[in-house]
């Protein structure tokens, strides 16, 4: 089982909808939580980190539930420019390294 | 500040022969880390030094890889002799104490 799982996607939406994505993962002693963006043939790029109470930034809301190892990621309003593919990265108590899962595609359409 | 450097962006070899990719991290950040993307696989964690030394290792595929950070500034990761299987882009990841892990532009690497 790998240690972090998402729904590779595509996940085609029109503009304006709204769209969520879910990640699971499996270490119960997993600290901190983030999701990351990456664009066709570039680098990953933190988008915001996922905090216990929830937390939002504009039209992103992530939250956590660590009872049942579950974070996802709210966008509203999408825009074509979110056309990207999105990843859900936890990093383990006592180690600086970060894990990623593989990816949840996300296409905006016109 | 420039952000992470990679070299190269693209690198074409041979199946058998020497590759080394290269980073600079970002003056101030003490934590690197070298990921392999494929998509099969996704990002892996190959290795990551702490302090120029190396915590964990255990990403690192076989024994025809090897990473060092002989400085604050600089970090190499050298297959040798690389294999086709080795295709796949190779990112660079730096972090301060308190910050976000900021990756370089990483280096598209194909072994025909």
């Known amino acids: 089982r790998k240690e972090v799982e998402q729904d590779p996607g595509p996940f085609n939406v029109p503009e304006g909808a709204t769209v969520a994505f879910n990640c699971t993962y499996s270490?119960?002693?997993?600290?901190?939580f983030f999701w990351y963006r990456q664009d066709c043939r570039k680098e990953p790029k933190l988008l915001m980190s996922?905090?216990?109470s929830g937390n939002e930034d504009g039209r992103f809301t992530a939250q956590l539930n660590r009872a049942s190892q579950y974070i996802s990621l709210l966008i509203r309003d999408s825009k074509l420019s979110d056309s990207a593919t999105y990843l859900c990265?936890?990093?383990?108590?006592?180690?600086?390294?970060?894990?990623f899962g593989s990816g949840t595609r996300l296409q905006v359409q016109p | 500040d420039a952000g992470v450097i990679q070299s190269p962006r693209h690198e074409v070899t041979e199946m058998g022969q020497e590759v080394t990719l290269r980073c600079k991290p970002i003056?101030?950040?003490?934590?690197l880390f070298w990921y392999r993307q494929t998509m099969m696989r996704g990002l892996e964690l190959l290795i990551y030094f702490n302090n120029n030394v190396p915590i964990d290792d255990s990403g690192m595929p076989e024994d025809r890889f090897s990473a060092k950070m002989p400085n604050a500034s600089f970090s190499t990761l050298k297959i040798q002799p690389s294999e086709p299987r080795d295709s796949a882009v190779y990112f660079c990841a730096t972090q301060a104490l308190n910050t976000e892990a900021f990756f370089g532009q990483g280096t598209r690497l194909t072994v025909v």
């Open positions: 990265v936890v990093k383990d108590t006592g180690r600086r390294a970060l894990t």
């Open positions: 996922v905090y216990s």
């Open positions: 270490n119960s002693a997993s600290q901190s």
């Open positions: 003056s101030g950040h003490n934590s």
